[in-house]
């Protein structure tokens, strides 16, 4: 057996200056609060991603967030997704898609006017920043408080990843401050132990600010509209009290229990500060929805014990895989990216929504989820041993499931059509790409197959009549969307495929999404199989009859259309073999000429991080374990790890990308364990230099 606590700990991660890129989370999947190198939110504007932006460098956020935690501003024009339709000219007559509205006027290009509901429709809602707590420091008690850290010495900052906890010593004003954190793993709840004879002094305290929701594509916070908001400010008891905050129709609250102190507001609106005359202060602070505190109480001590108790059981459970003995100088970096992943994607992709590309750490994209990324965000759960985890976020889509059919309906399509873009309520955002694109269509159906793989024997059989409805409805749309030309049938415009940048009214019949057709259905039919139906006679002559994927030269190109193939972006034709496992409509022998075609041309400065686990796991496949290991450990920005173990990729637009975490998890628990069939153990990895111990995976299809 693995010896999981020395796995997990020689990888905690260990800071030693404070950097604006490098920030430190703890959570439990619906839950997360994000600190800089004081263990807390102490110095915000340092961590400002538009402030990095303007000046062309890297920085994150720090954020409190939560699944419940949405906003929605004023819609004074009363804008609908119908203001947003265009028609387009389809096999089933004029159908309207919500595009009009595109990443150009996103970003600050000019906006037309019949782009207007669009920019309100994307903006909203937005995931909100519940509030910042952080120490305010002081030189002199006359001084005014630092606001970046360069003031501090000596810094060491860790994350014990086996227990959960931040761990942060500094030095200032020739004083030394410890501080530790932990985070609730059932509630919205952040506790502190702030060590410190500043305290005692007065030159240091907590600080707690509110700011208002952001409408900025990369911001997460507006500390710049104190007039948009409201914070009241009442007592509970002699430690404690209770901040009720009204932003328009949002409201919510925010308790704070602590050991010795007393709260008063600052001269700066919605801004309070904690004082105490001890030199050790903990404080706990709990975040309800709806202006209704509904958890008890609970000290620093328990909840630290509750975390670490939470954490140990999450390292012990599920799979692991161990890389010592390795001789490959690159072992112990995959290690390391291994493991972080685990603990990013657990504390965020594992709650009961899909989550956003940046989970709860920052917003991207306003805090929307992108439904094409919940697969890389979220399958490895399944794999790895851990399909409990998976499994909170299935059901959304059964909340949204009336939304969904409408749009299918609206379209002319039956079934449901899932959203490419989106927040709770399942509404599309209006995109001039993400409405047309595909391939999340059929990632319900793969998600419930690989937690079904998962489950022991004894608890396959509830899923079955749980998901049954999604998975029909999924499996109606994906057969109505096809058509049918001289008995072949076809994916035909308007469509966008994974790799984004082709025309959306002239692109057919993408290499991956067919192949992902085929595979969807077929997943539908065992389901039913499973209920004890028989295979749908429709759906089966759609999956004889699809079109083959196109090819040039002996090689599968991305496309059936022109231009057939660009050589940037995402490389998604290699997900017809590798993410997906073997159909009958891809040959393995092209397949593995692609890969070498791609691993040779491809634009790798213009891929993203879920690419190189792609290029993995087809890699793996197809019996060529050395491309395996060297796409994962590519060396360009994209697929660059920092210390904490984010994957930042464009800058701080994009300065956290967790479906790179989560592919990464996916393509070595395809490499370790291998799929129904395969013959052969650790099949992605090469016998020379690699040594690869595992347990506890559940094989692919």
């Known amino acids: 057996m693995i010896d999981r606590q020395s796995l997990v700990r020689r990888h905690t991660v260990e800071i030693d200056r404070p950097d604006p890129s490098h920030v430190l989370t703890v959570g439990n999947g619906d839950f997360a609060y994000t600190a800089d190198v004081t263990g807390m939110q102490s110095f915000p504007a340092y961590h400002d991603q538009a402030t990095a932006m303007a000046e062309?460098?890297?920085?994150?956020?720090?954020?409190?967030?939560?699944?419940?935690?949405?906003?929605?501003?004023?819609?004074?024009e009363g804008y609908t997704l119908a203001d947003t339709m265009s028609e387009h000219n389809t096999a089933r007559g004029n159908v309207s898609y919500p595009d009009k509205f595109g990443l150009a006027a996103m970003m600050g290009g000019d906006l037309p006017e019949d782009f207007r509901p669009g920019a309100w429709l994307s903006v909203n809602p937005q995931r909100l920043d519940l509030g910042h707590i952080g120490l305010q420091l002081r030189p002199s008690r006359d001084s005014e408080p630092e606001t970046t850290p360069e003031a501090l010495a000596e810094t060491r900052q860790s994350l014990d990843l086996w227990t959960g906890t931040i761990s942060s010593r500094f030095a200032y004003a020739g004083h030394g401050v410890k501080v530790t954190t932990v985070a609730d793993p059932e509630h919205t709840r952040v506790a502190f132990r702030i060590e410190s004879p500043l305290l005692t002094s007065g030159l240091a305290g907590i600080v707690i600010r509110f700011p208002y929701a952001s409408d900025g594509f990369f911001q997460t916070s507006d500390w710049a509209s104190p007039e948009r908001h409201q914070t009241d400010l009442r007592q509970a008891g002699e430690h404690g009290c209770v901040f009720l905050r009204t932003l328009d129709d949002t409201t919510y609250t925010v308790r704070l229990t602590w050991s010795a102190g007393s709260v008063r507001p600052t001269e700066n609106p919605h801004e309070y500060v904690l004082t105490t005359t001890s030199d050790i202060l903990e404080l706990v602070a709990s975040f309800s929805p709806d202006g209704k505190p509904d958890i008890a109480?609970?000290?620093?001590?328990?909840?630290?014990?509750?975390?670490?108790?939470?954490?140990?059981?999450?390292?012990?459970?599920?799979?692991?895989?161990?890389?010592?003995?390795?001789?490959?100088?690159?072992?112990?970096?995959?290690?390391?990216?291994?493991?972080?992943?685990?603990?990013?994607?657990?504390?965020?992709?594992?709650?009961?929504?899909?989550?956003?590309?940046?989970?709860?750490?920052?917003?991207?994209?306003?805090?929307?989820?992108?439904?094409?990324?919940?697969?890389?965000?979220?399958?490895?759960?399944?794999?790895?041993?851990?399909?409990?985890?998976?499994?909170?976020?299935?059901?959304?889509?059964?909340?949204?499931?009336?939304?969904?059919?409408?749009?299918?309906?609206?379209?002319?399509?039956?079934?449901?059509?899932?959203?490419?873009?989106?927040?709770?309520?399942?509404?599309?955002?209006?995109?001039?790409?993400?409405?047309f694109l595909l391939w999340q269509q059929p990632h319900p159906l793969y998600l419930l197959e690989l937690l079904h793989r998962s489950r022991p024997e004894g608890e396959r059989q509830h899923l079955v009549p749980c998901f049954a409805e999604l998975v029909?409805?999924?499996?109606?749309?994906?057969?109505?969307?096809?058509?049918?030309?001289?008995?072949?049938?076809?994916?035909?415009?308007?469509?966008?495929?994974?790799?984004?940048?082709?025309?959306?009214?002239?692109?057919?019949?993408?290499?991956?999404?067919?192949?992902?057709?085929?595979?969807?259905?077929?997943?539908?039919?065992?389901?039913?199989?499973?209920?004890?139906?028989?295979?749908?006679?429709?759906?089966?002559?759609?999956?004889?009859?699809?079109?083959?994927?196109?090819?040039?030269?002996?090689?599968?190109?991305?496309?059936?259309?022109?231009?057939?193939?660009?050589?940037?972006?995402?490389?998604?034709?290699?997900?017809?073999?590798?993410?997906?496992?073997?159909?009958?409509?891809?040959?393995?022998?092209?397949?593995?000429?692609?890969?070498?075609?791609?691993?040779?041309?491809?634009?790798?400065?213009?891929?993203?991080?879920?690419?190189?686990?792609?290029m993995a796991m087809t890699a793996t496949r197809v019996g060529r374990p050395d491309l395996a290991v060297d796409a994962l450990l590519m060396e360009t920005p994209k697929n660059h790890y920092l210390p904490t173990g984010h994957t930042p990729q464009i800058g701080s637009l994009l300065p956290v990308y967790l479906p790179s975490n989560g592919a990464l998890l996916a393509a070595v628990s395809l490499m370790a364990a291998g799929w129904d069939g395969a013959g052969a153990d650790r099949p992605g990895f090469p016998a020379a230099g690699w040594s690869v111990q595992h347990e506890g995976f559940t094989p692919w299809p």
């Open 472 to 614: 029909e409805e999924t499996a109606a749309f994906m057969a109505s969307f096809v058509e049918e030309h001289d008995g072949t049938y076809h994916l035909r415009a308007p469509l966008v495929p994974a790799q984004e940048f082709y025309d959306a009214t002239t692109t057919e019949d993408p290499t991956f999404e067919l192949a992902y057709w085929w595979w969807g259905l077929e997943i539908a039919q065992r389901w039913r199989e499973r209920a004890g139906r028989e295979r749908d006679k429709q759906w089966q002559r759609i999956q004889d009859g699809l079109a083959a994927p196109h090819q040039r030269d002996g090689l599968y190109t991305a496309i059936a259309t022109e231009p057939y193939l660009r050589r940037d972006d995402h490389p998604a034709l290699l997900c017809a073999f590798g993410f997906l496992p073997a159909t009958p409509h891809v040959d393995p022998g092209v397949m593995t000429a692609t890969l070498q075609d791609v691993q040779d041309n491809w634009d790798w400065n213009s891929a993203w991080g879920w690419d190189f686990p792609v």
């Open 56 to 76: 062309r460098r890297l920085a994150v956020n720090t954020a409190t967030m939560t699944t419940w935690g949405w906003h929605a501003m004023p819609n004074p």
């Open 297 to 435: 109480d609970r000290d620093f001590t328990s909840l630290a014990e509750a975390a670490a108790a939470r954490w140990r059981n999450f390292w012990n459970s599920g799979a692991a895989v161990d890389f010592t003995g390795s001789t490959d100088p690159r072992a112990a970096e995959l290690e390391r990216r291994v493991v972080l992943s685990q603990y990013l994607t657990a504390v965020n992709c594992s709650g009961t929504q899909p989550p956003q590309e940046t989970g709860l750490i920052t917003n991207s994209w306003h805090g929307k989820f992108h439904l094409e990324m919940h697969w890389w965000h979220a399958a490895h759960f399944a794999t790895w041993g851990r399909p409990e985890l998976l499994e909170r976020s299935l059901d959304w889509y059964l909340s949204i499931l009336p939304e969904a059919r409408a749009t299918a309906r609206r379209q002319r399509y039956e079934g449901a059509r899932w959203p490419k873009q989106t927040s709770p309520d399942g509404r599309e955002s209006p995109s001039d790409i993400g409405v």
